[in-house]
């Protein structure tokens, strides 16, 4: 019984397409102003807007997924950062550095018209030290008059630099080529359990929240020494953790530690989405003494849209009094509906309350995460629930789900093939049923929906 109506190649490919895995990701770094934002806009083929008309603007979002000659990756965007807070050199090395980190290829861009300056200098610096590989985008190559400045780039060291206009894309079909000659196909051991190293733990949440406590108080005093660890590369970043038994790595713990980007939304940003993109799970810190913010609920959607399994924990508990908890609650079920399905611990980081159950959530969710429904089983309970609450009719016409498949994990990810659009309630009312019926506790779900045309 498989999808009538649907060719074995059109279901394969969106299987593919839907159970892929981790995506490369590529970084564009470069000084303010070269076109960054404009590359990126080219790239991702402008479907979500990410030039803002104010330099300096936070931005929520810095990652996208992008496609060029069939093959997915991710753009990570670093435009749109704040020039005055630390100083020009400085604020582009700091952006560059996060960047090129989650980076599994970089592109630098270089402003043709301006030439090469010190703060490029800076950035080939950094990228000669990452290793990653680099491709030289030499932009404002508006026409062939231009393209021998572009030439004066091979100056930087980083190899050929192609001639690009972003703003017109010229070029900029080249350019990809050649990320693509030189970008993994899928990022080198982005899970420690594929390889059978410690699982990627991102410790989130807005500053101040509680995370180098809390980071702190696990490590204690039993903090493993990286090196001795045999087949672990040391990645300066990260701090391998023992915890009930078992080593975690905690990824991007150094910008924890040394606080860098306080106050500086972007940067937090930032190096959110870096963490995010190495773990496996993410621990989002909440201070339950303060109501519930934009900044909270972000920083979840973050780790949502990244496809993380996800914790909360609600850090400050030694501090709740009754009417604090009673507002407490209400806001957790009003802002926080969407996520109802990760596990909850309320913890204190100073006085170590509940720590005990941070390792059975991250657990719970992990498994959550990598849950499989066998075909058949999944296709049972569709056919029920499709008898029992069928699509609403529109137009005359009800649309069908005529079969389900699980096209992924980590997170669990399904195809449903229909015979026509299902709502987005349906969808949702889908997605509720399937949690309610095989678990999934701690991870997000995708559902798409292929219709027969
Ligand atoms: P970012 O700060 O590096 O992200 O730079 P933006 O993408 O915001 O671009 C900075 C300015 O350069 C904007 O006014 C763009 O319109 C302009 N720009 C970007 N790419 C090109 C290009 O290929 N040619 C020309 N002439 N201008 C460009
Ligand atoms: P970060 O910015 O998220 O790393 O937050 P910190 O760990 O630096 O904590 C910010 C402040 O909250 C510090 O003054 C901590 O002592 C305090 N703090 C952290 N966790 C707790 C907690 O569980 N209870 C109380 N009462 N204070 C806490």
Redesign the pocket.
């Known amino acids: 019984a498989t999808g009538e109506g649907f060719e074995a190649d059109e279901i394969a490919s969106e299987l593919a397409a839907a159970g892929s895995g981790p995506l490369p990701v590529l970084a564009v770094v470069?000084?303010?102003?070269?076109?960054?934002?404009?590359?990126v806009n080219r790239i991702i083929g402008r479907r979500e807007a990410v030039?803002e008309d104010k330099?300096g603007v936070t931005r929520d979002r810095v990652s996208y997924e992008a496609e060029w000659a069939g093959r997915r990756f991710k753009v990570v965007d670093t435009?749109?950062w704040e020039q005055d807070v630390l100083g020009i050199h400085a604020s582009v090395a700091a952006q560059a550095e996060f960047a090129i980190d989650a980076a599994d290829a970089v592109v630098m861009?270089v402003d043709t018209k301006v030439g090469a300056t010190d703060t490029d200098d800076a950035v080939v610096k950094l990228l000669r030290r990452s290793g990653k590989p680099v491709v030289l985008c030499a932009?404002?190559?508006?026409g062939p008059s231009q393209e021998a400045e572009a030439a004066y780039l091979w100056n930087l060291g980083i190899g050929e630099p192609y001639p690009?206009?972003?703003?017109?894309g010229r070029g900029t079909g080249d350019l990809l080529d050649a990320v693509l000659r030189v970008m993994p196909e899928a990022p080198p051991q982005t899970f420690g359990t594929a390889l059978g190293g410690p699982r990627r733990v991102a410790l989130i949440g807005r500053p101040n929240v509680g995370k180098s406590s809390l980071l702190n108080k696990v490590a204690g005093e039993e903090r493993v020494v990286v090196d001795e660890l045999a087949g672990t590369t040391r990645d300066p970043v990260d701090e391998l953790i023992e915890l009930g038994g078992q080593t975690w790595r905690f990824v991007d713990t150094a910008g924890i530690r040394r606080r860098v980007q306080d106050g500086v939304d972007y940067y937090a940003s930032l190096r959110t989405a870096a963490a995010l993109e190495k773990a496996e799970v993410a621990v989002v810190l909440v201070d339950v003494t303060e109501p519930i913010s934009v900044q909270d609920t972000r920083i979840i959607t973050m780790a949502v849209e990244a496809g993380r399994a996800l914790v909360i924990a609600y850090n400050k508990w030694d501090q709740l009094d009754d009417e604090r908890r009673f507002y407490l609650e209400r806001e957790i079920e009003q802002d926080l509906v969407q996520v109802q399905w990760a596990p909850r611990v309320n913890v204190s980081a100073r006085t170590g309350r509940h720590m005990e159950k941070l390792v059975p959530a991250i657990e719970t969710a992990l498994a959550g995460w990598e849950s499989r429904v066998p075909t058949g089983k999944l296709n049972a309970f569709l056919g029920e629930l499709v008898a029992s609450n069928p699509h609403p009719v529109r137009g005359g016409k009800q649309p069908r789900i005529l079969f389900g498949t699980q096209a992924g994990t980590r997170p669990p990810r399904f195809v449903l093939f229909a015979s026509g659009f299902l709502e987005a309630g349906y969808r949702r009312f889908i997605e509720r049923r399937l949690r309610e019926e095989f678990g999934f506790e701690g991870t997000p779900v995708h559902i798409s929906v292929r219709v027969r045309e």
Request: glycine residues 16%.
């Open positions: 470069g000084r303010p102003n070269v076109g960054k934002s404009t590359l030039v330099p435009g749109g861009v932009n404002k190559v508006d690009v206009s972003a703003i017109h």
